[in-house]
């Protein structure tokens, strides 16, 4: 349990950080697409024996790569072609998973988490993760979010957007990766965007909604696992409702003032 614990506050923390990116870029829809394609990918790598990290990481940069190549052709849809990978990557997992004999529950682990499962090997290599995406955000901030805003502008300012833009694809890659022990590849699109959803209601700041997003993301770790001992649920479900419940307070919580305002 002190496992779980320690890997639920630092997966929290990190699905919160990253999750600021990929709310205020508009990414929710291709952070989804990568949770299906990193499925089959961990699938492969648990059937093979080898790093269910490399495995699942192989999968999404290559998911990765395709769409920001898709996206960058004139004429191309880009939503079409994600939403085309993610079913189909969902659907490799899945005949993945029926090439085993019987039905593995370690398998349909990583659909939905297993984070009383977590040992030290886990929570060390969430810690590393969260240490080396935090600077990767602290250094690359700017150029993240001038890209995401102005492409055209930060490639007149000298950035290279193709590169930016695939670099923190590969990193929400990352994160996804390493929080699958927790919440599974399914679930885990909750705890990334549901925390920093709701920290961008109350602020427009980055600093105060990434520091919001962190703090959401942990309480939705912590609650989850505990509500999840007490009720005997599935500890990846009771924290992704404990995440979207923040985001309904919130929601509730910053609108309900501006509501009374305008009818008085």
């Not at 492969?44 to 898709?70: D, F, H, S, T």
Request: include cysteine; hydrophobic fraction near 60%; charged fraction near 10%.
């Amino acid at each position: 349990m002190t496992w779980a614990l320690y890997e639920a506050v630092l997966a929290g923390a990190l699905a919160g950080l990253i999750g600021v990116q990929v709310v205020l870029r508009r990414l929710s829809f291709f952070t989804m697409a990568l949770t299906h394609a990193t499925f089959p990918g961990v699938v492969a790598a648990a059937i093979l024996g080898i790093n269910i990290y490399l495995g699942g990481m192989l999968a999404g940069v290559l998911v990765a790569c395709g769409v920001a190549a898709l996206s960058r052709r004139r004429g191309q849809n880009a939503a079409a072609a994600t939403g085309v990978i993610l079913a189909a990557g969902f659907a490799i997992g899945v005949g993945l998973v029926a090439t085993r004999n019987g039905f593995s529950r370690d398998l349909s682990s990583f659909l939905v988490g297993s984070i009383l499962t977590v040992g030290p090997r886990d929570v060390v290599v969430t810690a590393v993760v969260l240490a080396v995406v935090a600077v990767v955000l602290l250094a690359g901030g700017r150029a993240f979010l001038f890209t995401g805003f102005d492409q055209a502008g930060a490639a007149a300012a000298g950035y290279r957007t193709g590169l930016v833009d695939l670099f923190l694809l590969i990193t929400i890659e990352v994160v996804i990766v390493t929080i699958v022990p927790a919440v599974g590849t399914i679930l885990s699109l909750a705890l990334i965007v549901a925390p920093a959803a709701a920290a961008r209601l109350w602020s427009d700041r980055l600093a105060t909604v990434t520091a919001l997003a962190v703090a959401f993301g942990v309480t939705s770790g912590l609650a989850g696992l505990l509500l999840s001992g007490r009720y005997d649920i599935a500890a990846g479900a009771a924290i992704t409702l404990v995440a979207t419940a923040l985001l309904l307070v919130s929601l509730a919580a910053t609108r309900l003032p501006r509501v009374a305002l305008v009818s008085r």
